[in-house]
């Protein structure tokens, strides 16, 4: 009996509601994740995601694996023991940091080249190294590499590198199998009940979607996950590809949209049957002084705000909310405070969070499409003046 599992309790239109079994807890599922980018979500404390309920946090494997070494981590007994987390983690592949942050890279049958950003040190990625690499760290959800393309790429590259992720990850199941089954005196597993998640490709287009569908669930994964949105494309796109490929995955199985999104994309992206989702939005925006509210975002810094004695969201039960104005929210930004950013992060993800359990309840009672629709008429995407 396998210590992961996905139950389905209910369903609302496209919409689902379940809850993910694995080694440390229980996901009721539509989850949002926090990034936890190098094991600490930016800005606030493992109380703070406690606090706020976060049921599971993301881990980036490029990150960790340059600094402070997947080994060390592994020696530390692994993630949850080295950062002191003993709730669910996920971690990426590190194929995405690869292509978006290392100074050079070059793809190549194998595996992704690339030089560290931090030292210029020269390194190889292949698929079976990304999955070692997440044994160490033993997340509880282990993602395979993929070759990442820009989604405004000619349908070559993109036909190319959805068969290279595919012929990926086979490998990368291949060797997870291995080391489930024989071990590898050279890996040190600190969680022997991880799962692996394939990734769909194919950027815009749906035949590349359908035919990367069909050779990603031939391999047999314990869930999948739909890569390469959320990367510029206007979000109609983003909610067709979606709409399109989601439906095709296994019923039984979570679904993982990766990197969406803003609010709304949500709320769209839960009715096309996404099951989890994952993004630096709230974290990052609250730290540029952007605070997401139910009607939409709000610029700090704005002068406006100077003397404004309302908390940043009037509806939101928050700490920050609870407690502070957007007078005292602004002059701790303008001053540089870091206290400014963890207020803010707190508010952002109290509102993600706080959103996904009201889907949650929705779908339960059948009234997800009359929230989906109130959320709409309220949230704007445009920052308020
Ligand atoms: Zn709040």
């Not at 990150?63 to 949850?80: E, F, N, Q, T, V």
């Not at 390194?123 to 990442?148: F, N, W, Y």
């Not at 109290?350 to 309220?378: C, K, N, P, W």
Request: glycine content about 10%; proline content about 6%.
């Amino acid at each position: 009996m396998s210590s992961f599992q996905f139950t389905l309790l209910a369903t609302d239109g496209g919409a689902r509601r379940g809850e993910l079994r694995t080694p440390h807890g229980v996901i009721q599922t539509p989850a949002f994740m926090p990034v936890g980018t190098r094991g600490a979500v930016k800005a606030i404390t493992h109380r703070d995601l406690i606090d706020l309920d976060a049921q599971i946090i993301l881990g980036n494997t490029y990150h960790l694996y340059l600094k402070p070494g997947d080994d060390l981590i592994a020696r530390m007994g692994g993630l949850h023991a080295f950062i002191g987390w003993n709730r669910p983690i996920l971690t990426d592949s590190g194929g995405y940091q690869v292509f978006s942050l290392a100074s050079m890279r070059k793809i190549r049958e194998d595996g992704a080249e690339f030089r560290s950003h931090l030292d210029g040190s020269l390194h190889l990625l292949t698929p079976e190294k990304a999955t070692d690499i997440q044994a160490r760290l033993g997340s509880d959800i282990a993602m395979v590499l993929d070759e990442c393309v820009a989604s405004t790429s000619e349908k070559e590259p993109v036909r190319e590198a959805m068969l290279r992720s595919a012929r990926w990850a086979a490998r990368a199941r291949a060797r997870w199998c291995q080391l489930r089954d024989h071990g590898d005196p050279a890996v040190r597993v600190t969680n022997p009940g991880q799962a692996q998640f394939g990734i769909i490709q194919g950027g815009v287009h749906p035949d590349l979607r359908t035919e990367s569908v069909q050779r990603t669930t031939e391999i047999g994964f314990e869930a999948y996950a739909i890569g390469g949105l959320s990367v510029g494309e206007p979000p109609e796109v983003t909610y067709e590809v979606v709409g399109h490929t989601a439906p095709q995955l296994p019923e039984d199985r979570p679904r993982y949209l990766m990197g969406a999104g803003m609010p709304d994309d949500l709320f769209e992206c839960v009715a096309r049957g996404i099951d989890m989702f994952d993004c630096v939005l709230p974290t990052r925006n609250a730290r540029n002084g952007q605070l997401l509210t139910s009607t939409g975002p709000l610029v700090i810094k704005n002068a406006r705000y100077a003397e404004d004695p309302l908390p940043p969201d009037p509806g939101c039960g928050c700490y920050t909310c609870r407690h502070f104005s957007r007078a005292y929210l602004r002059h701790l930004y303008i001053a540089g405070e870091m206290t400014g950013a963890t207020l803010a992060t707190i508010h952002n993800l109290y509102f993600y969070l706080d959103t996904m359990r009201r889907i949650r309840e929705a779908i339960v009672f059948g009234s997800f499409e009359r929230l989906r629709q109130e959320f709409h008429q309220t949230f704007s995407r445009r920052p308020q003046q």
